[in-house]
């Protein structure tokens, strides 16, 4: 089925260090994957951060970046510089075309040290 | 910005009763979701709901479950009877439109089954 995996349960990254998390996803539904970040900021509702529905696309939001790889089936998060107020829950998301439904990974939460 | 508000934020009921859920959507979205996320596990859907009807439900939608938004107010997930495996954090979300359109999703409400 559509699944979608986040290897990383925690992250800890001092500030202005450079950060990766890893979102494989698998899609085997009739439809074309569309790969989606969500956030979840501490007292907060899940917000959109970024989404790409092309391969071989990149998305770029508030410093971020991450690029639909459809070789590798991967949708990495990246940013080059962390600042504290990044810390949160991090979610990576897959979504076939021809549906409404979101398969969510099962989050990363990174803590930014100052 | 657009905001889905969840009432309540955390409901404890005892097995076998009855348990309403609510949710105000942003006020222009025409679709609607509810997920489940049991503890440590990922956020799953569970349906949605377009034009007074459910479009989607997936496996983890029980017979025991039902949804509906009447007049335009609230958008409810019904559970009755109540199981101890309907403990989990429900989230609400709503969205303009569908596939790659973004969820607003609410803050969630945690149910606790005794």
């Known amino acids: 089925g559509d699944s979608v995996t986040q290897t990383e349960g925690q992250v800890t990254v001092s500030e202005s260090k450079s950060l990766i998390i890893n979102c494989t996803y698998s899609?085997?539904?009739?439809?074309?994957?569309?790969l989606f970040w969500y956030v979840r900021y501490p007292g907060e509702g899940l917000q959109l951060l970024l989404k790409?529905?092309?391969?071989?696309q990149k998305g770029s939001s508030r410093g971020f970046e991450a690029t639909y790889n459809k070789e590798a089936t991967s949708f990495h998060l990246q940013k080059a510089s962390v600042q504290e107020s990044d810390s949160a829950v991090y979610y990576c998301?897959?979504?076939?075309?021809?549906?409404?439904?979101?398969?969510f990974g099962s989050g990363t939460k990174l803590t930014v040290e100052p | 910005g657009p905001k889905v508000l969840q009432i309540p934020s955390h409901q404890i009921i005892d097995m076998g009763q009855m348990v309403t859920l609510n949710c105000d959507p942003v006020s222009n979205h025409l679709y609607f979701y509810w997920y489940k996320q049991i503890l440590g596990q990922q956020m799953e859907f569970l349906v949605n709901f377009y034009n007074g009807k459910v479009m989607e439900k997936s496996k983890l939608f029980k017979d025991q479950f039902s949804v509906e938004r009447p007049d335009g107010s609230y958008f409810t997930l019904k559970i009755q009877p109540t199981a101890l495996e309907d403990s989990a954090v429900y989230f609400c979300?709503?969205?303009?439109?569908?596939?790659?359109?973004?969820?607003?999703f609410g803050h969630g409400t945690k149910l606790s089954v005794l």
């Open positions: 979300a709503s969205s303009p439109g569908t596939g790659t359109e973004r969820l607003f």
């Open positions: 998301a897959l979504g076939m075309s021809n549906y409404n439904v979101l398969y």
């Open positions: 899609a085997t539904s009739i439809g074309y994957p569309n």
């Open positions: 790409v529905i092309t391969a071989g």
